[in-house]
């Protein structure tokens, strides 16, 4: 490969940290940004601040060859060592606000601090999620601040990562996308990528917002979908896992995301689906069909409790175990789990709740208030009325279920992804439910 780009990441969490850990592995040269203080001292201290797997590895391999740096400096983390970053990623958080939209502060906050840090020509990029012109905005930022007229560019690169599974996602993935408004920015982020050797999708700055929002949007659709033909399967006797088998197989359709469960969550899906509602009606189209698709995920939910209260009559007063309270398996990340709102929910009804996560425990303890955290699915399943898998992770597949049915207090089983085999659970003796299957 040519020389290594000088690189900044601004805004070091999941998609930052993870950018920026393999930005340097692909042999350029990074400088990583946060204004927590603490993460960045986690960083220098050599310890990841999140679980991901391989990032570790990636981290201490990159620090000792002097790729990858940490400050909690934008105008140091802009010219590091006396060299200029040539690309600076935006990569901070863009929190839901209650009316839908996207929290855009940081995203100001960051590019007037990039306006003053600038040396020489700086493409400033675009990795956070966020709404349909903003990179407008960002650039008549940079442009009020930038004093000195110093040529900038802005470009979006929007991040498709999983969580779980970031550093494999980020190092291998489907298509790359480039927003970008010149030549000079195309051929930057090019020999940026140059490595990985994917399909790259080269468009304006707009496309490349609704690019994300809208492949977001529609996963977080056909998950939605799914559910609801598993509502018509619970009333009409049919299995909506044979059914997701018979559509997935067609190519045009496909098997990912159509498992019907307690619905999507997490830092993502729930936040940019509303984000393009609200972005689409204050451009003047009303996208209706995003609002249903949050109505029926808020409906899972309310499923999954109700499918308690069938199983346990009143819940006042009665202890139900929750298997897994992170998002989704293999990751640490609660930001908008289903777990949370189902023990809302459950709380709401007067249910004391004990739980239990492989990972995600620490965050939980941190975040979580009047829970009896529990240190395996036995201790969870000890006393409960109740137990309800909300995360279908892999150390929850083949549990002893001949104690957990001992330990329980009901043989209740409420699988909200489908993890277990309902013929298998009922012969065990449990009273077991599960989502759209008979
Ligand atoms: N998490 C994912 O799976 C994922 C995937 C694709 C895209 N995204 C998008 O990427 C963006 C970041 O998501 P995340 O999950 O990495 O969030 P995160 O909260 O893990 O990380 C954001 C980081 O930005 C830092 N930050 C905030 N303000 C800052 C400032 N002014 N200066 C420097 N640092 C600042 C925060 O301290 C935090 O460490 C969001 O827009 C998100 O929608 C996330």
Redesign the pocket.
Known sequence: MREGLNVCI???????LVTGACLAELGHRVVC????AE?IRTLKAGKTP?YEQGLQKLLKTNVRRKRLFFTSS?AEGMTHDGKNAQIVFI????PPLPDGSADLT?VE??AE?IAKSLKSYTLIVE????PVETGDWVERTISAYNKKKIPFDVASN??????GS?VHDFLHPDRIVLGVSSTQAERLLKRLYTPLRVPLVITDLKSAEII?HASNSFLALKISYINAVANLCEKVGADVERIAEGMGLDARIGRAFLNAGAGYG???FP??LDAFYWISRKKGYDFKLLEEVRRINDAQRKLVVRKVEEELWNLQGKTVGLLGLAFKPDTD?LRLAPSLEIIAELREKGVKIQATDPVAMPKARAHLTGVKFCADAYECAAGADALILVTEWQAYKNLNFKKILKLLRHPVIVDARNLYDPGRMRRMGFRYRSIGRP
């Open positions: 601004i805004g070091s969490g999941y998609v930052g940004v946060d204004s927590d993460k999140i934008i990569s901070v958080g863009t940081a906050k960051v601090e990795k956070s999620t966020v929007p991040e498709f990562l999983r969580e970031a994300k997490g830092f993502c936040k940019d990340d």
